[in-house]
């Protein structure tokens, strides 16, 4: 079986104020989320990570959370061109500056299609509610209490406090579209884990400005979503091999993406619920699906990567959806039964995976646009 970096175990960086070219952000030696102020990182290609403090109300208190706005070397704010925005959303036990600083994230990948001079976007990092005593973030998504019938806490610290992060999140979209060039109609989120339900929770919201959103081992937390708006494309991987955030509906969570648990891997004959939420909030006309039923599989390294079609919907000319890729990393147990190993945290780690989910997501969510 792989082995890849244990899940909580993460690297906190310290962002200094430099006036030439630097590595991106400069690691520190606190192993919590680090304090921060505001300043300006110089890379080495000329793109630049810089961050900034958002504020809002809530009865009647001042709120303040910082950000990081990556800008793609290139960009000229007297050019009428106006890019689009990918948030990435940090995991539970984590923070904005580990996000941005993993070996394979957004903000180079952004960096990499502007030196080949490729449509990029502004990659947005957002820093989730600071727990005081695990000085860690995390989202407030949900409880999964009844999500899918099962009444079973998941509760977040964010949760427990009651933050209220989709508030957060109208104030940070709100500064960056007004600081930079950027297209209302080309707002995008993508989250990992507990970020990747605060994706799910942010797309749903009723007169949303998201035009599609991306989940990475994340799941519905609540047990309805309702749009009452334009529909909204999802994108989302999952791993039958997590054991964090099971694939099927056993564990610590109750609302993921398959229910009931059958007992054994690899088994897309039990209804998605994460997937069909979705579904059922894009006023699909497709019945429910169990699973699709010719699916398309592409073979990455050892890795298979499985897509699942949950809906189809044509509201702009523009085909949108809602997919699911089901990763799985096969091999055969003592009793030589088949499995699928990849951890919760694989989307880190390219060099043991082998795959990029970069440009799958990116490619999804460069064509949706909202209305």
């Given amino acids: 079986m792989r082995s890849l970096a244990p899940v909580g175990k993460f690297v906190s960086w310290l962002v200094v104020l430099v006036c030439g070219a630097t590595p991106a952000l400069a690691q520190s030696t606190n192993t919590n989320c680090p304090a921060v102020n505001p300043g300006v990182t110089v890379n080495a290609n000329g793109s630049k990570d810089t961050l900034y403090n958002a504020t809002w109300q809530v009865a009647g208190k001042t709120n303040r959370r910082y950000y990081i706005v990556h800008t793609p070397p290139g960009y000229d704010p007297t050019n009428p061109l106006r890019y689009p925005l990918v948030f990435f959303l940090h995991p539970g036990s984590s923070c904005a500056i580990n996000a941005r600083n993993k070996p394979v994230n957004l903000a180079d990948y952004a960096d990499e299609l502007a030196l080949a001079e490729q449509p990029t976007f502004f990659a947005v990092y957002p820093q989730g509610y600071f727990d005081p005593v695990t000085k860690l973030g995390y989202w407030n ?6 999500a899918d019938g099962v009444t079973q806490s998941c509760a977040t610290p964010a949760y427990t406090n009651g933050s ?6 109208n104030s940070v979209l709100q500064q960056v579209q007004s600081k930079f060039r950027t297209d209302t109609a080309r707002v995008y989120v993508l989250g990992h884990s507990d970020g990747g339900s605060m994706a799910h929770l942010l797309g749903c919201q009723p007169q949303t400005h998201i035009a599609a959103v991306g989940s990475i081992e994340g799941t519905f937390k609540v047990p309805t979503c309702s749009l009452g708006n334009p529909p909204v494309s999802v994108i989302a991987f999952h791993s039958l091999g997590d054991t964090q955030n099971p694939y099927y509906g056993t564990g610590t969570e109750a609302a993921l993406n398959v229910v009931p648990n059958t007992g054994r891997e690899g088994d897309t004959s039990v209804e998605p619920f994460t997937m069909n939420l979705w579904r059922a909030a894009n006023s699909c006309t497709d019945a429910p699906l169990k699973s699709d039923p010719a699916p398309s599989t592409t073979g990455i390294g050892t890795y298979t990567l499985t897509s699942n079609t949950f809906c189809h919907f ?8 809602v997919l699911l890729y089901s990763l799985c990393d096969p091999y055969y147990d003592s009793d030589n039964n088949p499995r699928c190993d990849a951890s919760h945290n694989w989307l880190y780690s390219l060099s043991t995976l082998d795959l990029d989910w970069r440009p799958l997501v990116w490619n999804f969510f460069q064509s949706r646009k909202k209305l």
Avoid: L
């Avoid at 209220?164 to 999140?169: A, C, P, V």
């Fill in 164 to 169: 209220n992060d989709i508030d957060y999140f």
């Fill in 314 to 321: 044509d509201s702009t000319g523009t085909s949108s959806q």
């Fill in 141 to 146: 998504a949900g409880n999964c209490s009844g």
